[in-house]
């Protein structure tokens, strides 16, 4: 009974680099949402997704940030040109329909030097 | 702007008591309310979910929800020193019922 997964757990990135966060969710779930969670803040909503559409991308940064649900494959946030300011874990969750409760995954610390 | 707001403690009870953990929220329109419990540098696990006002009860926990004063609580009876965690308050509905905003959460320690 695998819940939500998601890889790698930690990231290490320099500057200028790319990250590519990975998130499988639960069997049965077609829907998809990332959070941020920065250091002492809370968590906040980036996106929202369902397999091949970007259902809401309000909380996404409006640069270097995306996010994908392809057909076949895991949900992919990506962040190009990471800064400092980028290090957070983001943590993905899903659900089976939009409006039911959403589980999460373990997360991925992200850490950019 | 929606808001939710909970004290940030930390909030200190003995083993055995009970544990009391507040949350307001500001957008009238939310319809589902969610505490989570984070431990220190893991995931957000759900707690309970509560719809309609009034309590819901599922084991040591009780949630209360009062819509008119936007105003949800938790309660842990019994507490261990297990319950040590960040409790987050998460609140969707309104114009968008998929996005959860979540409270910055309260760190509950329980002393044995």
């Not at chain 1, 980028?86 to 409006?99: G, H, N, Q, T, V």
């Amino acid at each position: 009974n695998a819940g939500v997964m998601q890889n790698p757990r930690h990231l290490v990135r320099r500057r200028g680099q790319e990250a590519r966060l990975r998130c499988s969710p639960m069997k049965g779930h077609s829907h998809v949402y990332w959070y941020r969670q920065l250091p002492e803040e809370g968590l906040k909503f980036m996106v929202y997704l369902q397999k091949e559409n970007i259902i809401d991308e309000s909380g996404m940064p409006k640069e270097r940030f995306s996010a994908e649900f392809p057909k076949e494959g895991p949900s992919i946030l990506r962040i190009q040109q990471v800064v400092r300011g980028d290090s957070a874990a983001y943590f993905c969750a899903s659900s089976p329909i939009s409006l039911e409760t959403q589980y999460f995954g373990p997360g991925t610390r992200l850490l950019v030097l | 702007q929606k808001e939710v707001e909970q004290n940030s403690g930390p909030l200190s009870v003995p083993e055995g008591a009970i544990a009391s953990l507040n949350c307001t929220y500001s957008d009238r329109g939310s319809q589902s309310f969610f505490w989570y419990r984070q431990y220190s540098g893991k995931s957000p696990e759900l707690i309970m979910f509560i719809y309609s006002n009034g309590d819901k009860e599922d084991g040591r926990f009780t949630a209360q929800l009062n819509k008119a004063s936007q105003y949800v609580s938790l309660l842990i009876r019994d507490s261990q020193p297990s319950d040590s965690a960040t409790y987050l308050c998460a609140v969707n509905g309104g114009g968008s019922n998929y996005k959860l905003t979540f409270g910055k959460g309260t760190l509950l320690t329980v002393n044995p």
